[in-house]
């Protein structure tokens, strides 16, 4: 196998999607390694769990700085040391400046729980809901200086069910962020998710009839 692509996730909270990004990255044919992880708030219990397991894991808090631009400048720092090739937002809630986001350009991706580009935003499953829809999901995708868009590398569905409320859908929905993020990790670590356009394409040797992509009801 080609050089593993040295990844940092970044968080904000609880962390789930990162212990799913860490585990399937321990799996030895895996073409990503986690090389640091990074929370901007001191209380995220994400960051309490990567330090247990012995990765290497820095708080950046962005009420240090004055500016998003200044906090940003010691996330870079942070990421440069560590020689980081790819970003993985997982539950990082903080909007970055367009700056940020274009140095990492098709090299920075985020996990997002709803199909998109439907319910963009907080309260995503609320929104769901109040929609009516019978299909839920999330996605997974490259980001973009706006909000929850950008090329979109994997989608996984879930039925949302009459005696949903946001959290029941929001655990269903959590259990296959799971699968799809470390999935998409993988596509794009392995160079298989290649960027078209404003689409990207999934290379012909993998099985994108998987079972990530239906609902399963
Ligand atoms: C996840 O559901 C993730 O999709 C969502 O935050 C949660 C974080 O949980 N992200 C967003 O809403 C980003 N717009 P986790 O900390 O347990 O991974």
């Given amino acids: 196998m080609t050089e593993k692509k040295r990844t940092a996730i970044l968080i904000s909270g609880r962390g789930s ?4 990004l860490v585990e399937a990255a321990r799996v030895p044919d895996y073409p990503a390694e986690i090389v640091l992880v990074i929370a901007n708030r001191p209380d995220a219990a994400g960051i309490a769990w990567a330090v ?3 990765l290497p894991a820095v708080v950046i808090d962005h009420k240090d700085y004055a500016s998003r631009a200044d906090f940003e400048r010691v996330l870079q720092a942070a990421l440069d040391t560590s ?3 790819l970003v993985a937002l997982a539950g990082f809630m903080r909007l970055m400046t367009p700056e940020f986001v274009a140095h990492w350009h098709d090299r920075m991706i985020n996990i997002h729980p709803s ?4 319910f963009k935003g907080l309260h995503t499953h609320e929104q769901a809901i109040a929609a009516g829809v019978k299909i839920a999901g999330c996605t997974v995708h490259f980001v973009r200086a706006e909000m929850d868009s950008g090329p979109i590398i ?3 569905a879930v039925p949302v069910l009459s005696s949903d409320t946001s959290e029941t859908l ?3 929905i959590l259990e296959v962020e799971h699968q799809v993020y470390p999935f998409a990790l993988r596509l794009v670590a392995a ?10 394409v ?6 994108e009839t998987n079972r990530l992509y239906s609902p399963g009801i």
């Avoid at 999607?17 to 799913?20: D, T, W």
């Avoid at 199909?115 to 439907?118: D, K």
């Avoid at 160079?191 to 990207?200: I, L, N, P």
């Fill in 83 to 85: 020689g980081v090739e």
């Fill in 191 to 200: 160079g298989q998710a290649r960027r078209d356009g404003e689409k990207v």
């Fill in 202 to 207: 999934i290379s012909s040797d993998v099985n």
């Fill in 115 to 118: 199909l998109l580009p439907s």
């Fill in 52 to 54: 247990e397991h012995g």
């Fill in 17 to 20: 999607n990162m212990r799913s």
């Fill in 170 to 172: 929001a655990a269903r």
């Fill in 154 to 156: 994997a989608q996984a």
